[in-house]
């Protein structure tokens, strides 16, 4: 039997999994990692605790079944799309305004962290053509306005002293193998990369023009060294293998072989692709163009995949080749899910009330919730648990918005609050929150079906995934079935052993997604007109609470 391993490196973790050749996960574990969060929009995280965490999960995982390093045939990594900063000797380089850059710790800026909306805007200002593959606007939460943003705030001599600016995927595999080797998600999705044939007028994958109009003229005159993917065989395909394996040194850091096979590495959220899209497929041939993955968790991620290029605006993508050599993929997304849940338990006066009540009776506290739900459902003597909220509504975009609108300006509300500070009024916010979310995905889904998708399936994964009233809530806004993988909070890490297992053997991605990964449970919309009809009016709220906020902002602004 053959064992992969895989590696994610999420917002708040690093997990391992390592699953055998039916792809049943054999070792599990889990390690926090550090944020530092000095002001409301800077998240910053350190490579050199990332990567202490991702070697402390690998050892736990492997004691799992008290596996041995040579068991390990072949290694994945995924992570968040956040952007890493080096020197030219590969050591970390800080990225830390707040200690005029001389703290190194922190060298990673999150996903999260918006500190270049400035920079964004201005690049979305020249409209240049380039951006119509992020949906026709370029996130702050991508690399280049951070990079920007660097080349733009940080001393001269520092600037210059950076020898490699990569999207943190890319970085594992670099501190795996030692190998500079991109990837083509991290390039395309994150980094304004062109791969060839996509614009035939760009040999190089950069567009000269682009980075010139933006204020990067630098990167072009240094051949985009520091960006990486300069050489046609820099850029791998998810899940080829990167250099000459595992390093001795990363070897002995993981307790694994010298020269293991690494997969080249993906986003996140694309991992929850790969561990979901080919579990759901009812054929082995070929990827199906109905389905969108969505991996939730703190953020959420909704991944589409087509033969041809489909643009959407506000939608990133189409990008071609970075998941399945050929096919081409969108990506929706929401920038605050589980984080929103949270605040809204968090920011409550009956939280620690109800955390109290969940412990009591052995429940954790999204479970007590959904139970106290039903119970008030029944004391008010309604039909649906869904109508509690009847007056109650959220809009939540609470940390921007990243599709289908694209504005990271935008901010949450609420409508309906009452003096209400019992534990009864916290479960109705946490209902509302959850329908705010679902029915932003519902907002999502129209804007790619309208364009030229067909999508009817989602394929779910990530934590919120245990919730059984937030499933159900995806399937009835959307009136889209919902399909689970059979590993549900796993999917995302076991996607990256996938990487790992293609790193190994002649099969390609798609095949090895299917052999891999199995579906598990499915929700179907509820076939009853009264939710539908109650979803559609919550849908047209959700939809007039974004006609007010920019109505009052005209207001304000003139």
């Given at each position: 039997m053959s064992y992969y391993l895989g590696i994610d490196v999420g917002t708040g973790s690093a997990r391992a999994a390592v699953i055998n050749d039916n792809g049943e996960i054999k070792g599990y574990a889990v390690v926090p990692i550090t944020t530092h969060h000095p002001m409301h929009n800077i998240y910053e995280q350190s490579t050199q605790n990332i990567w202490n965490s991702i070697c402390q999960a690998v050892h736990d995982a492997m004691a799992t079944n008290d596996l041995k390093g040579q068991n390990i045939k072949g290694i994945g990594f995924d992570a968040t799309c956040s952007l890493v900063v080096l020197d030219k000797q590969g050591y970390p380089q800080s990225v830390d305004e707040a200690s005029e850059f001389t703290d190194n710790t922190w060298n990673v800026i999150l996903w999260a962290d918006?500190?270049?909306?400035?920079?964004?805007?201005?690049?979305?200002?020249?409209?240049?053509?380039?951006?119509?593959?992020?949906?026709?606007?370029?996130?702050?939460?991508?690399?280049?306005?951070?990079?920007?943003?660097?080349?733009?705030?940080?001393?001269?001599?520092?600037?210059?002293?950076?020898?490699?600016?990569?999207?943190?995927?890319?970085?594992?595999?670099?501190?795996?193998?030692?190998?500079?080797?991109?990837?083509?998600?991290?390039?395309?999705?994150?980094?304004?990369?062109?791969?060839?044939?996509?614009?035939?007028?760009?040999?190089?994958?950069?567009?000269?023009?682009?980075?010139?109009?933006?204020?990067?003229?630098?990167?072009?005159?240094?051949?985009?060294?520091?960006?990486?993917?300069?050489?046609?065989?820099?850029?791998?395909?998810?899940?080829?293998?990167?250099?000459?394996?595992?390093?001795?040194?990363?070897?002995?850091?993981?307790?694994?072989?010298?020269?293991?096979?690494?997969?080249?590495?993906?986003?996140?959220?694309?991992?929850?692709?790969?561990?979901?899209?080919?579990?759901?497929?009812?054929?082995?041939?070929?990827?199906?163009?109905?389905?969108?993955?969505?991996?939730?968790?703190?953020?959420?991620?909704?991944?589409?995949?087509?033969?041809?290029?489909?643009?959407?605006?506000?939608?990133?993508?189409?990008?071609?080749?970075?998941?399945?050599?050929?096919?081409?993929?969108?990506?929706?997304?929401?920038?605050?899910?589980?984080q929103l849940i949270d605040y809204t338990l968090n920011t409550h006066p009956a939280i620690q009330q109800a955390k109290e009540k969940a412990t009591e009776k052995g429940l954790n506290i999204y479970t007590f919730l959904n139970e106290h739900l039903a119970q008030l459902q029944q004391q008010r003597g309604l039909d649906y648990l869904d109508q509690l909220t009847q007056q109650l509504h959220v809009y939540p975009d609470f940390h921007g918005n990243r599709s289908p609108l694209a504005d990271p300006t935008l901010r949450g509300s609420l409508v309906g609050v009452t003096l209400d500070q019992s534990v009864d009024d916290l479960a109705l916010r946490y209902l509302a929150t959850l329908q705010a979310i679902a029915c932003q995905t519902r907002h999502i889904l129209e804007s790619m079906n309208q364009r030229g998708y067909r999508i009817d399936t989602l394929c779910l994964s990530g934590g919120l995934c245990k919730n059984k009233v937030f499933l159900q809530l995806h399937a009835d806004v959307t009136g889209c079935q919902v399909v689970l993988p059979e590993s549900i909070e796993a999917a995302v890490v076991i996607g990256a052993a996938i990487l790992g297992a293609k790193a190994t053997g002649n099969d390609d991605l798609w095949q090895t997604m299917c052999r891999l990964t199995r579906a598990g449970d499915v929700i179907l919309p509820r076939q009853d007109k009264n939710i539908q009809q109650l979803y559609d009016r919550r849908y047209r709220v959700f939809g007039e609470l974004l006609k007010d906020q920019k109505k009052y902002r005209e207001i304000m602004d003139a």
């Open positions: 918006h500190r270049a909306i400035e920079q964004a805007k201005r690049i979305n200002d020249t409209r240049h053509a380039v951006l119509q593959y992020v949906g026709n606007t370029i996130s702050p939460e991508m690399e280049i306005p951070k990079t920007l943003w660097l080349k733009e705030n940080l001393p001269e001599e520092k600037w210059n002293a950076i020898g490699h600016l990569m999207d943190l995927p890319d970085f594992l595999t670099f501190r795996a193998t030692g190998s500079v080797a991109r990837s083509t998600c991290s390039l395309i999705c994150k980094c304004s990369y062109l791969p060839r044939g996509v614009e035939t007028n760009l040999p190089e994958g950069w567009d000269r023009d682009y980075f010139e109009a933006i204020g990067l003229e630098c990167l072009v005159e240094e051949q985009w060294k520091r960006l990486g993917g300069n050489e046609q065989d820099e850029v791998l395909h998810a899940g080829d293998r990167v250099g000459n394996g595992l390093t001795e040194q990363a070897a002995l850091d993981l307790g694994l072989l010298p020269g293991t096979p690494v997969g080249s590495a993906v986003i996140d959220a694309y991992a929850g692709a790969v561990a979901t899209l080919g579990a759901s497929s009812s054929s082995s041939s070929s990827p199906l163009s109905n389905r969108l993955a969505i991996i939730c968790g703190t953020s959420s991620c909704h991944i589409a995949m087509a033969r041809q290029p489909i643009f959407v605006p506000g939608v990133w993508g189409p990008y071609h080749s970075v998941l399945l050599p050929d096919m081409w993929c969108a990506e929706g997304g929401q920038s605050s899910t589980g």
